[in-house]
């Protein structure tokens, strides 16, 4: 079975930086042990990048979340800890907003049969990412690694839950 798992944004301003928040950083052990697992099984693993430029603040996110964060090339916009040296060797795919066109787009060719995803903020980007996958892959198993995924709003993360449920993505390690 071709296996792939794609971690979102888990970039230093969202864990410990300017829109870091502690459930983030409780993630570390665990995604470093499930991107091992996956390196072993020689599955693939891609990383995704917010990747912001000074103008931040004029763009309609930042008008909307006036946090400068994740301006390219920074500390913060680097992958947090340990997960930065595991990325060493895997595709890395930059944003510049909440989902990935281009994540998409390499997608939608390729045949991997099951995606599971982890990262940060389940309630923005995670799910943003999750709805582009199960558009260029609708018969991959979409999977969301409850274990995996934080945000600094745990209702608004329960609900994102709901709906990714109801998009048919397999919710995994859910409490």
Not at 84 to 94: E, G, H, M, P, R
Request: proline fraction near 2%; hydrophobic fraction near 40%.
């Amino acid at each position: 079975m071709k296996r792939l798992l794609i971690v979102i944004d888990y970039q230093n301003d969202f864990v410990s930086g300017s829109l870091g928040f502690n459930d983030a950083i409780i993630l570390e052990d665990y995604l470093v042990e499930l991107i091992k697992k996956y390196h072993l099984n020689k599955d693939d693993v891609i990383f995704t990048y917010d990747s912001h430029q000074d103008n931040y603040l004029d763009t309609q996110e930042g008008k909307n979340l006036p946090v400068t964060h994740c301006i390219e090339n920074s500390e913060g916009w680097q992958l947090y800890g340990k997960i930065d040296n595991l990325a060493k060797n895997d595709k890395k795919i930059l944003k510049n907003t909440f989902g990935s066109l281009e994540l998409g787009n390499y997608l939608k060719d390729k045949d991997y049969e099951e995606i599971t995803l982890v990262g940060v903020v389940s309630n923005i980007c995670v799910i943003s990412n999750a709805v582009i996958v199960k558009a260029a892959l609708p018969e991959a198993t979409i999977i969301i690694d409850c274990k995996g995924i934080a945000s600094n709003d745990p209702l608004l993360q329960e609900k994102a839950i709901d709906l990714m449920a109801n998009l048919h993505m397999k919710i995994i390690n859910n409490g």
